[in-house]
T-cell receptor
Framework: NAGVTQTPKFQVLKTGQSMTLQCAQD?????MSWYRQDPGMGLRLIHY???????DQGEVPNGYNVSRSTTEDFPLRLLSAAPSQTSVYFC?????????????FGSGTRLTVV | TQLLEQSPQFLSIQEGENLTVYCNSS?????LQWYRQEPGEGPVLLVT?????EVKKLKRLTFQFGDARKDSSLHITAAQPGDTGLYLC??????????FGAGTTVTVRA
């Protein structure tokens, strides 16, 4: 029972580099999302998807891209890393994302941009 | 500005004491979720409350959803060191965007 798997666990990037954070779930959940967690600010929604081929912006989407070609995978792309993107990133999935079903989170990717 | 305000931000108590964490908002939510997060891990769902005035119990944890569905509380009875962690509340509306509070760090000393 893998749940939500995120890779890598840790990453250091130089300013201007690009990279992709991977997220995969094996629960056949329609809804997937990406959050970033910063001290004192809780979790902030970056992008989300309600199903394959459908994505939308969250609260803090600038500097990030997503796509959802399959139900299982929802990668997050950093186009040109900036120090302000230093954070812990969490991928989460849910049966439908609307209300009563809780989210299952991955264990996170700690990203440092220098 | 946080949509959900949690208080207190930090809480340190002795084993066996009780504690309450509050989650308040001016917005109405269709449901309120509580998560616990341990260092280096993702949040883990504890409970979802849906109906105004609803009370749910999970062993020594009691969760309440306000009558107007704008606030919630988490009460832990006879806290144990294993209850130590970051407690997060999250409000759901019908727009696919779950909003989180900043969290309450609970430390239970043995």
């Amino acid at each position: 029972n893998a749940g939500v798997t995120q890779t890598p666990k840790f990453q250091v990037l130089k300013t201007g580099q690009s990279m992709t954070l991977q997220c995969a779930q094996d629960m056949n959940h329609e809804y997937m999302s990406w959050y970033r967690q910063d001290p004192g600010m809780g979790l902030r929604l970056i992008h989300y998807s309600v199903g394959a081929g459908i994505t939308d912006q969250g609260e803090v989407p600038n500097g990030y891209n997503v796509s959802r070609s399959t139900t299982e995978d929802f990668p997050l792309r950093l186009l040109s890393a900036a120090p302000s993107q230093t954070s812990v990133y969490f991928c989460a999935s849910s049966r439908d994302g609307r209300s009563n079903y809780g989210y299952t989170f991955g264990s996170g990717t700690r990203l440092t941009v220098v | 500005t946080q949509l959900l305000e949690q208080s207190p931000q930090f809480l340190s108590i002795q084993e066996g004491e009780n504690l309450t964490v509050y989650c308040n908002s001016s917005s109405v939510f269709s449901s309120l979720q509580w998560y616990r997060q341990e260092p280096g891990e993702g949040p883990v769902l504890l409970v979802t409350v849906v109906t105004g005035g609803e009370v749910k119990k999970l062993k020594r944890l009691t969760f309440q959803f306000g009558d107007a569905r704008k606030d919630s509380s988490l009460h832990i009875t006879a806290a144990q060191p294993g209850d130590t962690g970051l407690y997060l509340c999250a409000g759901a509306k019908r727009d696919y965007k779950l909003s989180f509070g900043a969290g309450t760090t609970v430390t239970v000393r043995a």
